[in-house]
């Protein structure tokens, strides 16, 4: 850092976080909102936030194995997140479908249709691990930048 | 011209400008650190709205297909040039008079308005349901308490206005010159109605909880800002900045100006107060309660905020 502070490297220090749920059981969901923010693992001293809306988006949470019905306005939602951005596949649904794996409803994996970037498995991830992923995807959206 | 000069070193230096982003943002960080100790969480880094705003600048703005577009990349640049002219106008007990030609009250009141009928008009521009279901609380929100709003500044020219042996003055110097002479009127039982219905008023003009029913995220996705991306909404987040320095001061100016007449001490006085306002005033009541549904948040005005500044407004003219 020189006499100009570095802007992207300051940037990577907001990342805001946006959530689909492509057809999860809500157990990934769960983990998400609440373990994720309570003050035990608070991921807002990353800079992260989470918020309503998918425009303002850096980060996606994608979880669920992308049912048949959900699936368009899926793709259509992370159309919706302006670039650059990452996306992290939360829970083993994304990855190969889960429990539902063998079901005709489900399309995954999740990546035939949306570039994935980290993948954090688990039914449902521990809490530790979603940060994990989430600081992993950082990492990526700083080259990004 | 030196004090055409003047007035434009003041919108954009200090008290507006630079200054007031700046100290904007910095009691944002400072709420929002305040708010995650009271949870006991780490929190966010102090600077942490700064690097918000930088992070904007990277991103992409995206205009919807449905939106107007020249509408919709323009208008938050009204709300913010409204609210630096805003912070110019507003004096700081020793440190900042404004220019007499442009330190007026109404002229503030009609200033303070702007930010929401921007938020109104880029969220019915943006062509999205959430962004009109927001243009309309936002509607709901500004009649219920522009009319209490009003009343305050009425009871604050008048009281001024009569001690200096007129009728009611509306200058910001004048009003701050008398409460130094004669004593704030925080301490002066009539005004106290008047004070009351301010502090309902704050939180709704600035949309924090229990009031930010326009912008919840939970239930419209943040209103009239879904559609925005990147730089555009960042212009959002430097205009409420600043409209929450603006008002807060505004606060600080009608009821409680007295400070030391040394500037550097007059300065910090008036930084502590802000202090005070924003942690008692917003963090603290941000915290502690839900956030209201639009028809309860109405009646709600209709009856406490109105009521008290209608009773100010009667009690000044009458003693
Ligand atoms: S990974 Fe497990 S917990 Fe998560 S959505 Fe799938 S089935 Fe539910």
Redesign the pocket.
């Given at each position: 850092m020189g006499l100009i502070p570095d802007f992207k490297q300051i940037a990577t220090r907001s990342p805001w976080i946006y959530r689909i749920n492509a057809g999860?059981?809500?157990?990934?969901d769960v983990e998400m909102a609440t373990t994720a923010l309570i003050p035990r693992y608070d991921i807002e001293r990353l800079g992260c936030q989470y918020c309503g809306s998918p425009k303002h988006a850096d980060i996606v949470l994608i979880?669920?194995?992308l049912t048949v019905r959900v699936k368009d306005a899926v793709l259509r939602m992370y159309e919706e997140i302006p670039d650059p951005k990452v996306t992290v596949a939360?829970?083993?649904?994304p990855i190969s479908g889960?429990?539902?794996r063998e079901s005709y409803a489900v399309l995954a994996p999740i990546d035939q249709y949306i570039p994935i970037d980290v993948n954090v498995p688990?039914?449902?991830p521990r809490p530790q691990a979603i940060i994990a992923g989430v600081a992993k995807a950082i990492a990526i959206w700083r080259e990004r930048l | 011209m030196s004090n055409q000069i003047a007035i434009l070193l003041a919108v954009l230096l200090f008290p507006g400008g630079v200054f007031a982003l700046a100290f904007g943002l910095a009691m944002k960080g400072v709420d929002r650190r305040v708010a995650a100790r009271l949870q006991s969480r780490v929190g966010p880094p102090l600077l942490q709205p700064f690097f918000d705003i930088i992070k904007l600048g990277f991103k992409r703005t995206m205009v919807p297909a449905a939106a107007n577009q020249t509408v919709f990349l323009y208008t938050p640049l009204v709300g913010v040039v409204s609210m630096l002219i805003a912070a110019a106008l507003v004096p700081i007990t020793s440190v900042y008079a404004p220019d007499p030609a442009i330190g007026n009250l109404l002229v503030l009141l009609y200033l303070l308005m702007i930010p929401g009928i921007v938020l109104m008009i880029a969220g019915s521009a943006s062509g999205s349901p959430y962004g009109a279901i927001g243009f309309s609380r936002e509607m709901a929100l500004m009649i219920a308490y522009e009319g209490p709003l009003v009343l305050i500044a009425a009871a604050v020219a008048i009281r001024t206005g009569v001690g200096m042996g007129g009728w009611a003055t509306f200058s910001l110097n004048d009003i701050v010159a008398y409460q130094q002479a004669h004593g704030s009127f925080l301490f002066d039982p009539v005004m106290w109605p008047a004070v009351a219905a301010f502090c309902f008023f704050y939180p709704a003009n600035l949309g924090i909880v229990p009031f930010d029913i326009p912008e919840a995220e939970t239930e419209v996705l943040e209103g009239p800002l879904l559609e925005y991306s990147g730089p555009v909404l960042a212009l959002f987040k430097i205009m409420s900045a600043l409209k929450k320095v603006v008002v807060l001061s505004l606060g600080i100016a009608l009821f409680f100006p007295a400070a030391p007449a040394n500037i550097a001490a007059g300065f910090l006085v008036w930084l502590i107060k802000m202090a005070v306002l924003m942690l008692v005033g917003i963090t603290a009541v941000r915290l502690s309660m839900g956030r209201m549904r639009i028809d309860q948040a109405f009646v709600f005005f209709l009856k406490w905020p109105l009521l008290l500044a209608v009773a100010s407004l009667a009690v000044v003219v009458v003693v």
């Open positions: 999860s059981c809500n157990g990934c979880s669920g194995p939360v829970g083993v649904c889960g429990i539902f688990g039914c449902p | -």
